[in-house]
């Protein structure tokens, strides 16, 4: 699915991101870059045009992650949300078009979630 492309992970918990990076691999990823932030991964923005993917995760009120997402998608990168925010299980409404997955993340719902944001990018 990811045919060897770089994909980001923006994720606060360390291993939570290794454990998507894993999920990530069994679907073709062949590079991943980390940021634990949003700000961590603006700074990654000269990276930005070899991301074939991002996995961000979200909360309610985080407006500099909206942000983020707002940036990834005019630049053309699908998204995939991930939150362990139960509020947020009908989706986030800032970014109602994306797939959202709630956390603890199951690979099943990842992939898919996957699927979805690289099929409405292509």
Same mark, same amino acid.
């Given at each position: 699915?990811?045919?060897? =492309?770089?994909?980001? !992970?923006? @994720? @606060?918990?360390?291993? !939570?991101?290794? /454990?998507?990076? *894993?999920?990530?691999?069994?679907l073709?990823?062949?590079?991943t870059?980390?940021? *634990?932030?949003?700000? %961590?991964? /603006? %700074?990654?923005? $000269? *990276?930005?045009? %070899? !991301?074939?993917?991002?996995?961000? @995760?979200?909360? =309610?009120? /985080?407006?500099?992650?909206?942000?983020?997402? =707002?940036?990834?998608? $005019?630049a053309g !990168?699908?998204?995939?949300?991930?939150?362990?925010?139960?509020?947020?299980?009908?989706?986030f409404?800032?970014?109602? /078009?994306?797939?959202?997955?709630?956390?603890?993340?199951? @690979? %099943?719902?990842?992939?898919?979630?996957?699927?979805?944001?690289? $099929?409405? *990018?292509?």
């Open positions: 699915m990811l045919n060897g =492309r770089t994909a980001l !992970i923006v @994720e @606060e918990e360390f291993l !939570i991101a290794l /454990d998507i990076q *894993r999920m990530l691999e069994t073709g990823v062949g590079q870059l980390f940021a *634990r932030t949003a700000g %961590e991964a /603006d %700074e990654l923005r $000269a *990276r930005w045009p %070899e !991301i074939a993917l991002a996995v961000v @995760e979200v909360h =309610r009120g /985080d407006t500099t992650g909206l942000e983020l997402v =707002r940036g990834l998608g $005019a !990168i699908p998204v995939v949300l991930v939150t362990a925010d139960v509020a947020l299980r009908h989706g409404a800032p970014a109602p /078009d994306l797939p959202l997955v709630l956390k603890p993340v199951p @690979e %099943e719902t990842l992939s898919a979630a996957v699927g979805l944001a690289l $099929a409405t *990018r292509s």
